[in-house]
DNA sequence: AAAGTGAACTTGTATAGATAAGTACCGTCT
DNA sequence: AGACGGTACTTATCTATACAAGTTCACTTT
């Protein structure tokens, strides 16, 4: 008696009713999460996919505590910070800048081996790749190449890409973007960064890697920004205790 | 018959072992790892650990694919948590590496202005400077320039800065670090980061800067992290529910 | 040779049951 | 009242088994 003729598997389909338990305040902040046995009860099912559901939550920090006390709901209020890390238009704006774009390239084109990879599709499936230059008061600061999966990507070749932000007009449409894996490092401009960004080839750049999904955790963009170091870096703040809340996805064998 | 006196959960030392064998190249990178029944059969256990332990290092994007096809080892280069930030040691540890260090300068004397400023102290106070050269399994990976406040830093006198975590050391000693604020962006090698990694001048680097602090908020450390972006990078993940600690800011008009 | 079939692998999902370990709480004893 | 101890409940971990679903590859058929 299993998964007769439903499409996601059980523990999708768990963590899903029960993220939409908190969002929707049935378990309200700060309350304690019904315990396992009592949701294997409810949906009639074993501790597996219970127990994976809510991993998943944890991992998110949407869940915290366990081991003999029942978990409590987490809900941190403020959703600001993502957004201003995934929209540079949205960064500009709060830091008082006026945010420019130039788009020097849309296509709809086969996936390059390493970033099908990095999407999990095919070589040959077609992605959206954009190449941008992106100003701050009229001021060359990042190049952004980025690639959306043909789902994800589409909409966009219905929006001006030069005319504000691409995350918000996604978000709008229904694209589910909902997490990010950012990867930071350095590299040399390339002959493409140095021409838009105005600057001698092979200048140190700041660049960031980033794989956004959706809340089922598929992949739906793989972007590469660069940035002039000298305009834009990142900050972190962390202490003893609050040992960084979300820096690993998985802390000791929490997720399934 | 399970777990008798041995102390970390068999999934967690399954997780250690792969990644070490993982950063050590017994899988090499590209490779596929081998079949959870193999593994099974090389550890005499069950499925489960060796599932939730591949699942973790999934989550950290160590291994990809699935599903019919065995998973593949993926790494394009360590990744470094920011929660692991404060110590070298214990992040390198963590990898299955094996830390190493080379002192090339330990010094007192007064604060150049620019760090005066950052630890908030006068330019003619003295500080315990030290230079030192950061190795991963010998391989020169990082330079580190650090700045301590005279009543942080003199213990390091009697410390042998080659042997270990000069963190771990201070922290011993009744040090009072509980905190920092991290900034990051990219740099171009010194001649001195060229001699010391056997790098090209010019060549770009991660830089981290950090100021560490006391509970009570007074800068005890400043440092400047400098790493060959091939071997070392830092990663982040957010949610849009999550709050994130990680931010991107402007560069403020003291650097060019 | 090219196409199709199917067996033998792989991982994904789910169930059921057992032990270990942490927590909460209640009653008893001092 | 406060300390102690035991019990019941909770989550964490592990085992064993079963079936579903994707991949690979050799073999057969065309």
């Keep these: 008696m299993y998964n007769q003729a439903m499409n996601p598997p059980l523990h999708e389909q ?30 009639k099912t074993s501790r597996g996919p ?18 003999g006390r029942a978990p409590v709901v987490h809900r941190d209020a403020l959703s600001q910070p993502v957004e201003t890390f995934l929209s540079f238009t949205e960064w ?6 006026e945010p420019g774009q130039r788009t020097i390239e849309i296509a709809k084109r086969a996936a390059a081996p390493f970033v099908a990879d ?3 599709r095919a070589p040959e499936e077609p992605v959206v790749s954009l190449l ?6 009229g001021e060359p600061t990042m190049v952004e190449r980025s690639h959306f999966v043909l789902e994800a990507g589409q909409p966009l070749f219905g929006f001006d890409t030069d005319s504000g932000s691409t995350f918000r007009f996604l978000m709008e449409h229904g694209i589910d973007l909902y997490s990010a894996r950012h990867t930071i490092d350095a ?7 140095a021409e838009l960004l105005g600057i001698p080839e092979g200048s140190p750049l ?5 794989v956004t999904s959706s809340s089922k ?13 000298e305009l834009a870096n990142f900050v972190i703040h962390n202490t003893l205790k609050q040992r960084a809340s979300l820096a690993r996805v998985l802390t000791p064998g929490e997720t399934a």
């Design 14 to 43: 768990l963590r899903e009713e029960f993220r939409h338990r908190i969002s929707t305040g049935v378990w309200p902040d700060g309350s304690q999460v019904p315990s396992e046995a009592a949701l294997c009860e409810e949906f």
């Design 50 to 67: 219970v127990r994976q559901a809510l991993a998943a939550l944890r991992a998110e920090q949407l869940i915290v505590g366990g081991r």
């Design 92 to 97: 500009a704006v709060g830091l008082g800048k």
């Design 118 to 120: 990095q999407l999990g």
């Design 132 to 137: 941008r230059l992106r100003l701050l008061d």
């Design 187 to 193: 590299v040399a401009a390339d002959a493409t960064d």
């Design 206 to 210: 700041l660049r960031e890697r980033r």
């Design 217 to 229: 955790g598929e992949p739906l963009e793989y972007a590469e920004d660069r940035y002039r170091p």
